[in-house]
């Protein structure tokens, strides 16, 4: 039987198998597959390693009344399968849980299979966390492109150079924002790299849109009305970098702008 593969719970004894303890590395199993280690061998089973890094237990054995080890091995299929890269990384550990099993002691063996699940979830955690701020990291670097087209438009009273140094210090504080809250935040361990990454990205450019809608605030006088007055750039910058790094206050501006005009129609 496969580890990967979901286990069947039945009611009736499982169906005698013949056991090959000639089985050694490099041998092929019945099923033609490549054997690469194995892990444990006796007289009533044998647990080994395929070159495709698949887990497979030969042996008489039944899960019909176990059905908290059958819940953990679909849980770690589920992973594997999501994650082939699993695979390789915690063989062993998956392969002593279901030897420990099949020496007969199934609650010593939930303790181990649940170790797994943890120690896998941890991990895919951290990967899926680091792409995501791999992501917000790209795009944040990406918009300093707009250093050299600042520079071009010329002075800081140009609506042209605010803009674009808005989408800097905005996608600063959307980085420090992320960066800050890296432990709160919340990934799909089934999403790819690539998608954890684009995710990232996506929050940058949020960032970088409130940033300009700063701008624009500050021109109507709205929101920090005082700086439109003033050719001093560092009151500006802050707003632009607290603008990227909240991720409410822009969002709370246009809804209350929203429901004023709301209701200014209704009274019309």
Not at 43 to 65: M, R
Not at 85 to 104: C, D, I, W
Not at 111 to 121: A, H, K, P, S, Y
Request: proline share 3%.
């Amino acid at each position: 039987m496969s580890e990967e593969s979901q286990v069947k719970m039945t009611a009736t004894p499982a169906p005698q198998v013949e056991i090959n303890l000639e089985l050694k590395s490099g041998d092929r199993d019945p099923s033609n597959r490549l054997v690469r280690f194995i892990y444990s061998k006796d007289a009533d089973h044998i647990i080994y390693e395929t070159v495709e890094g698949q887990i497979v237990v030969q042996g008489n054995v039944s899960l019909a009344n176990h059905p908290e080890v059958n819940d953990l091995l679909s849980e770690i299929g589920d992973l594997v399968t999501n994650t082939p890269s699993l695979k390789r990384k915690y063989n062993s550990m998956r392969a002593h849980a279901m030897k420990v099993f099949l020496q007969g002691d199934a609650k010593s063996s939930i303790g181990l299979f649940t170790n797994v699940i943890e120690d896998m979830t941890r991990y895919l955690t951290r990967r899926a966390k680091v792409a995501y701020e791999a992501g917000a990291a790209a795009w944040m670097l990406l918009s300093l492109v707009c250093v050299p087209i600042a520079r071009s438009l010329g002075g800081f009273d140009t609506i042209g150079t605010r803009v674009c140094y808005a989408i800097i210090f905005s996608a600063m504080g959307g980085l420090l924002s992320i960066t800050m809250g890296a432990g709160k935040l919340k990934v799909d361990l089934q999403d790819s790299l690539i998608v954890n990454a684009i995710y990232g990205a996506l929050r940058i450019l949020l960032a970088m849109i409130c940033g300009v809608v700063v701008v624009f605030l500050v021109e109507a006088k709205i929101l920090f009305a005082f700086l439109k007055e003033t050719s001093n750039a560092v009151g500006f910058i802050i707003a632009s970098f607290v603008a990227g790094f909240s991720e409410t206050l822009i969002p709370n501006v246009l809804y209350g702008l929203a429901r004023r005009g709301e209701k200014g129609g209704r009274s019309e």
